[in-house]
């Protein structure tokens, strides 16, 4: 059997702060398999961004281990790609100049990466756009050029905390059915952290509740849903979305 791509094992963190400290994560494992899409709920502050974070290797849980690709995380990893919430594209770079700063960075830029990035941004709709700076984008297109970035330097996995929260509903049902589908035909392994239970269960193969703070894992959902070539706007209407909906709904009440 292959291994998982994301492997915690019994991973906890406290952070130090003025006020003591703070007990954010307890005791998470997870297997995550290759390709598979997982989301992430729970309440706000049971650590969700600190378990990406963790996975990422930007942060060292205070117990436990993580592994990615079968290597234990220690300090960055290259194949990680993260999107966050804001899309932190350059207003002084053009889209063509935002979606290849991953590469410079890391050093890998090179004349095949730069056309994978133009075929990408054709693909997604960007290729008129290649010349704009971000500001005369919609907030959508700012989010697909950033998703463009994040797969220009070929990430194996995709780590997204809140990617759609600053678009509006009607935006944000676009772009989360369209970035869900691309990861898709790119096989990418993604883990979505959100609080919007109909986002975590339409794009998700998986959605797991953390309990509150400390956060550990409070269940796990297996989405499987009866629609034809499954989008994440499509699955929305599969007759066993609400039963999913019902019971993490259920689950994330904090008064149970
Ligand atoms: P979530 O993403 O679920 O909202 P976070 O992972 O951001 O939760 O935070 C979990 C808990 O850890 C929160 O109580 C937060 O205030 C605390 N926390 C997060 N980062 C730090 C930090 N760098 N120092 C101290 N406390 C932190």
Request: charged share 25%.
């Amino acid at each position: 059997m292959e291994l998982p791509v994301v492997k915690l094992d019994r991973v906890s963190k406290n952070y130090h702060s003025l006020e003591g400290e703070i007990e954010a994560l307890a005791d998470i494992s997870l297997d995550v398999d290759r390709g598979e899409f997982v989301s992430i709920v729970g309440p706000s502050g049971c650590g969700k961004s600190t378990l990406l974070s963790i996975v990422s290797g930007l942060i060292e849980p205070t117990a436990g281990k993580v592994w990615v690709q079968g290597r234990e995380v220690k300090g960055n990893l290259q194949s990680v790609g993260y999107m966050l919430q804001k899309d932190h594209l350059f207003e002084w770079r053009t889209i063509r100049e935002n979606a290849v700063l991953g590469l410079e960075i890391r050093n890998m830029k090179n004349k095949e990466r730069v056309s994978y990035v133009n075929d990408l941004l054709d693909a997604y709709g960007l290729g008129d756009f290649m010349d704009c700076y971000p500001s005369q984008l919609s907030g959508g297109m700012r989010q697909r050029a950033a998703l463009v970035r994040t797969l220009a330097t070929e990430p194996e996995i995709l780590l997204l905390d809140e990617p759609f929260s600053a678009l509006d509903y009607q935006t944000r049902l676009a772009i989360a059915d369209e970035i869900g589908s691309i990861l898709k035909r790119e096989k990418k392994t993604a883990i979505l952290v959100t609080h919007d239970i109909a986002e975590a269960i339409s794009m998700a193969d998986r959605v797991i509740v953390l309990s509150k703070r400390p956060g550990n894992i409070k269940s796990i959902h297996s989405i499987e849903l009866t629609c034809d070539k499954r989008s994440p706007m499509r699955c929305r209407e599969a007759p066993e979305f609400s039963k999913y909906f019902n019971n993490i709904w259920k689950e994330l009440d904090v008064h149970v």
